[in-house]
């Protein structure tokens, strides 16, 4: 005897609701409710249905492949990020490509390649800039694109970011508070687009506040705590005028902020403060827990996606955000890597 394949019409029947409903509730998950969507998850486990994907991405003349660019795997900052963008790529039925470039621009345009030869439908930039081969190309002639993370100035394409000025300006004001005047700030690569803005807002800060900016106090780096720590040693080795507090691009670089102060005997925050920026799995769990703007990674994904799909689906209109960048909103967390400024 013969088993009967499960079908969407034994999943709608089990469910209680119509075929469209099923349906919605597997490729847009998000305009069915949460009731509606726990009873068919149920009735296809029940049932054993298996949704066809193959077979409605060839009638669809899919590839059922989103393809996600990011400069470095090896940063934690983008592991829940990414996972925001697979979880919601899986739900909508799509599998994701995930090409580390390394910021090395041919790399960037291989995996480019992949649109314009139908082996991907959609992309998801983390990088910063568009691929070589796309960046002259109408907008209505590639799949869609989606820009997250980092903005593309002059580039109109769906763009998912959080105020990296302002948030700047939010953790460069904290250490005012507490009565810091000398704060360095260890900025990112010159040519990025997150140490263009992180120090608009640490500049706008010490302005409001009467304070010029000294040059001898901001340090270029990559983000990385290797150069926290070479950062830090040479603005800590001129003992009269070092700094009181740090405002650092990104975590890494304030723990290897934090990293060369021990090694000279000071003592974070009595001796020096330090606020970091991104908020990642370490921050928390450093010694001392370390002060930092959170960014909402997971829900960095979860927009780019969004949006991604929205666009992929040109008959979806309720995800379709009015506004271009969309802003998704930080914190800043306040832990023990700052205080009040030593007399």
Request: with cysteine; glycine share 6%.
């Amino acid at each position: 005897m013969i088993e009967k394949t499960a079908t969407i019409e034994d999943v709608a029947e089990h469910a209680g609701v119509s075929i469209a409903t099923v349906s919605r509730a597997l490729h847009k998950p998000q305009v069915v409710s949460e009731k509606t969507r726990e009873k068919v998850q149920t009735a296809i486990a029940v049932t054993g249905y298996t949704a066809n994907v193959m077979a409605r991405n060839l009638r669809l003349n899919r590839s059922g492949m989103i393809l996600l660019l990011v400069p470095d795997i090896g940063n934690p900052f983008f592991s829940a990020i990414l996972s925001g963008i697979e979880q919601g790529a899986s739900k909508a039925g799509y599998n994701v490509l995930i090409g580390d470039t390394q910021n090395e621009p041919e790399r960037e345009a291989t995996y480019a390649a992949y649109l314009r030869s139908n082996q991907a439908d959609g992309m998801i930039l983390l990088n910063g800039r568009l691929p070589a081969p796309l960046a002259n190309t109408p907008r209505g002639v590639i799949p869609p694109v989606v820009i997250a993370c980092e903005r593309i100035p002059g580039c109109n394409l769906p763009t998912v970011i959080i105020d990296n000025e302002k948030a700047a300006y939010i953790a460069t004001r904290h250490l005012q508070e507490f009565g810091h005047t000398r704060i360095a700030h260890i900025a990112g690569p010159a040519s990025n687009i997150l140490t263009t803005d992180r120090a608009a807002g640490y500049q706008r800060a010490l302005a409001e506040a009467d304070i010029k900016t000294n040059s001898s106090l901001v340090y270029g780096a990559d983000f990385s705590i290797e150069a926290g720590i070479k950062a830090a040693r040479a603005l800590l080795n001129d003992a009269p005028n070092r700094p009181t507090a740090f405002f650092c691009a990104s975590d890494g670089m304030a723990i290897g902020v934090i990293v060369a102060a021990k090694e000279i005997g000071l003592r974070v925050p009595e001796d020096i403060s330090v606020v970091g920026f991104d908020d990642i799995y370490l921050a928390a769990n450093y010694d001392p827990p370390l002060t930092t703007v959170r960014q909402p990674q997971r829900r960095l994904g979860e927009q780019a996606i969004s949006l991604l799909l929205a666009g992929l689906d040109k008959t979806e209109t309720q995800t379709v955000p009015t506004e271009n960048p969309v802003i998704v909103p930080t914190e800043l967390i306040v832990r023990k890597s700052s205080g009040p400024c030593p007399t």
